[in-house]
């Protein structure tokens, strides 16, 4: 025998010895002082690949010792016997209960053989057991044994499950377990109070505000509640006949828990500005609810150990992601990294031991779930402290609207009197040019009276804009839709804009379509500020050559549509497409250096483009730098019938000789010019006065006499709104008949408009008068 043989011949018999020398298992002895004590210590194990062999083939095979503190396997065996021999040493008999503490255990079997090798006891439990066959009907794992005095009885246990082989196996006098029993079922019910207040608390919130991130912790809470309520036993005993739904039920809820705590936390922690992550993490909620949803169906058993994996990767994930928003400056984050952080601790703990088998898992489940009640209150206070700040904020907010709107009011109200106080003097100007054209016969004065009226046009029109543009930022322009008569607004324009050409001896081209519709449906004025604002462009940036307006016409597809082309074309500056970028802009024009050589506030093409959206109408521009600009605006004009000449303007049917008009106004200016007006219109009888008192006066003590009163709102003594507040009262409590009343004012604002129709206004005529206007509400005031 060479040396190598003797060797290791040596170290076989010396292993041999090592084996004999081994310590055999002791009898638990349940003597006088017993009370409870953990069975793992004193059991041998044998694992069944098979899952077949019964309890007389393993008596006669070999067990082997398991010392450890408990039985804890991971998700390596599919079935295992467990053995142990109990030793009765008291003078009477002892009641005994058997119990495990870990409730995720698929079926767990008790044989009790006594000495002669009888069996004398089989009893049954397990989550995938009816809880009606369960020998005690108890939250845990528990088979009563009783042990008569002096006698000894082996007991054998076969548990099976396709979760993690997890037994925390003690046996305890009866009275023992029943007293700790209670004093669990009190700390976990403890645990349940804590979970069932936070859900009544924030569902109760949930109901007032239908917040979102209320109703995601609501989930979780309630998911998680269940999960444990489920993990413990406690619900088993709710659907006694129907095992299958714990096995369902356990990881429906885990992965509906997990879901949950995912798009909270997106909530919670804003993740709605990381547009990538925000998908994220609801894609990955959404694979974790359809797990929860079709796991039962789904074949083997890698679904308990994946399920912990997930929920291992989720914690971290969370905690991550939370450490990472602080980092950022989120002071919320703070508290939610605390409340994770103490779940991270425990949790992964508890499911890195359970998926390894490492004893001592008992002790921490409780930890765990002391744990999650602990996060959950720190998570409610994470959402009260945002619900302050965000109601924190929304009272900043609410604070810097009103501002805001007190600022936008002053602003409007200064706009308005701004107004005011410049179409007072312009009615003037305006008015005098009306009255003076066509009857100078001189054409030197003929052109001044036409620079007159053109500047104060241009006047005219910039005010309209200006207050245009602030009813469009406060979102309080209306158009309006009213017939008028297309041709006759494209010549007023045109004329106006050809006589400026002129003076910058340029040529004007006016181009319309033979098939032009006559009377179109629309906002008069608005139209014409647009084509003003685009002629006076053009004629402002050219220099030299032409400028041109084309109007074509296309029949729509809808009956009475016109769609109407404008084209104003200029062989002017021209713009590069940067510029052209800037052009709609308002206060902008495309270069600084134009504003120096051309003026302007670069506000009348913006306030165009926006009365062009409002009118759900395309504004373009094509332009090239050096040789010109072409402006199109693409409108759709219903057709309408011509209206019935009772309501049409002009001067064509002269007026009731015998029509007499009160006139109240206190400006001096203003007076002159109306009456001036009437006089050129036909007016023969016509009266002033500068009051509101003296109109009143005068209205009803000559009440019979006025066919019409033309009235301004804002005078000394009483203003007229006031005036027709009190003559509409008079009327009505003496019954007399109505007295047709117009505005006459330089407030234009929608607002004061229906100021003036709530006094008792029939109509409205703003400052400056318009001759042919003027004539129509002589003619119809009511129907104006």
């Known amino acids: 025998m060479t040396r190598i043989s003797r060797t290791i011949l040596h170290c076989l018999l010396l292993l041999s010895t090592l ?64 053995h142990t021999r109990l030793s009765n040493r008291r003078a009477d008999g002892a009641d005994l209960i058997l119990s495990s503490d870990f409730n995720i255990i698929d079926r767990l079997e008790m044989y009790v053989v006594g000495p002669d090798g009888r069996l004398l006891d089989r009893q049954l439990s397990g989550d995938a057991v009816a809880y009606d066959v369960r020998s005690l009907k108890t939250r845990t794992l528990a ?71 209320q109703a995601w912790y609501l989930s979780y809470v309630f998911f998680t509640f269940c999960f444990f309520s489920m ?34 936390s997106r909530r919670y922690l804003g993740t709605a500005e990381y547009p990538r992550l925000h998908r994220g993490l609801a894609a990955i909620a959404a694979i974790f609810t359809l797990l929860a949803v079709i796991h039962p169906w789904l074949a083997g058993g890698w679904i308990a150990p994946f399920n912990s994996v997930c929920a291992l990767a989720t914690i971290s994930g969370v905690m991550l992601l939370g450490v990472l928003r602080w980092q950022q400056g989120r002071a919320e984050a ?9 779940l991270l601790l425990t949790g992964s703990i508890f499911i890195v031991m359970l998926n ?57 109200e200064f706009l308005a009197r701004m107004s005011h106080e410049i179409r007072t003097p312009l009615n003037a100007m305006l008015g005098v040019s009306q009255l003076m054209i066509g009857r100078e016969h001189d054409p030197a004065r003929q052109e001044q009276l036409d620079i007159l009226r053109s500047s104060g046009e241009q006047l005219l029109n910039i005010v309209n804009d200006i207050l245009d543009y602030s009813k469009i930022t406060a979102g309080k322009l209306e158009l309006e839709r009213l017939p008028f008569h297309l041709p ?56 030299s050559g032409q400028v041109s307006l084309t109007v074509e016409w296309f029949q729509d597809q809808e009956p009475r549509q016109a769609l109407c082309r404008f084209l104003i074309e200029d062989t002017g500056i021209g713009m590069s497409p940067e510029e052209i970028s800037r052009l709609f802009t308002s206060f902008r024009q495309a270069d600084a250096s134009i504003t120096r050589r051309y003026g302007g506030a670069g506000l009348g093409l913006a306030i165009s483009k926006q009365l062009a959206d409002l009118m759900q109408a395309q504004l373009e521009v094509k332009s090239t730098p050096g040789k010109g600009s072409v402006f199109v605006l693409n409108l759709t004009l219903p057709v309408v019938p011509e209206p019935a000449p ?69 005078m000394p003594v009483m203003d007229g709104l006031s005036a027709v507040r009190a003559l509409r009262k008079w009327e ?53």
Not at 334 to 342: E, H, M, N, V
Request: charged share 20%.
């Open 488 to 543: 006759s607004l494209l010549k007023e324009t045109a004329d106006l804009f050809a006589m400026q050409a002129r003076q910058k001896e340029l040529a004007f081209h006016t181009r319309y379509d033979p098939a032009l519709p006559e009377w179109v449906l629309g906002d008069p004025t608005r139209f014409r500020q647009i084509l003003f604002n685009l002629l006076g462009n053009a004629v402002k940036f050219t220099e």
């Open 143 to 213: 088979f009563p044994l009783t042990l008569p005095a002096g006698e000894s009885r082996d007991i054998y246990l076969r548990a099976e499950t396709t979760s993690t082989l997890y037994l925390p196996l003690r046996l305890s006098d009866s009275r023992v377990f029943l007293e700790t029993a209670m004093f669990t079922d009190a700390v976990i019910g403890l645990f349940y109070g804590i979970a069932l207040g936070l859900l009544f608390y924030h569902l109760v919130l949930w109901l007032m505000n239908r917040d979102r991130m």
């Open 231 to 264: 993990e413990q036993g406690s619900l088993f005993r709710f659907w006694p006949h129907a095992p299958a739904w714990n096995n369902a039920f356990l990881y429906t809820a885990s992965f509906l828990m997990l879901a949950t705590a995912l798009m909270f």
């Open 19 to 82: 084996l004999v020398m081994l310590p055999a298992r002791a009898d638990l002895v349940i003597g006088d002082g017993y009370t409870s004590g953990k069975l793992a210590p004193h059991t041998d194990r044998l694992c069944d690949p098979s899952g077949r062999l019964t309890l007389d083939a393993v008596r006669r095979l070999a067990f082997q010792p398991d010392r450890q503190p408990e039985i804890s396997l991971g998700f390596r065996q599919p079935a295992c016997w467990f």
């Open 732 to 784: 009505r409590e003496l019954d007399r008949p109505h007295l047709p009343v117009v505005a006459l004012t330089a407030h234009v604002m929608p607002e004061y408009r229906q100021r003036c129709r709530d006094a008792g206004m029939d109509s409205y005529l703003a400052k400056p008068v318009v001759l042919m206007e003027l004539e129509r509400h002589l003619r119809h005031p009511v129907d104006s």
């Open 646 to 714: 009772s309501s049409r303007s002009g001067l064509a049917a002269g007026l009731p000789e015998d029509l007499c008009v009160l006139v109240c106004e206190d400006n001096t200016v203003n007076r002159t010019i109306i009456s001036a007006m009437l006089t050129r219109l036909g007016v023969r009888r016509f009266e002033l006065c500068t009051n509101g008192s003296d109109a009143l006066t005068l209205m009803t003590e000559r009440h019979n006499e006025w066919d019409l009163v033309l009235m301004d709102c804002e």
């Open 356 to 412: 390894l088998g490492i004893p001592g898992i008992s002790s921490l489940i409780l930890c765990a779930q002391a744990a999650f009640a602990a996060q959950q209150i720190l998570l409610s206070i994470g959402l009260a402290q945002q619900v302050r700040l965000l109601e924190a904020r929304n009272a900043a907010q609410e604070q810097e609207n009103r501002s805001a709107k007190a600022e936008s009011a002053a602003k409007s």
């Open 334 to 342: 703070r508290l939610f990294l605390i409340a994770w952080g103490l």
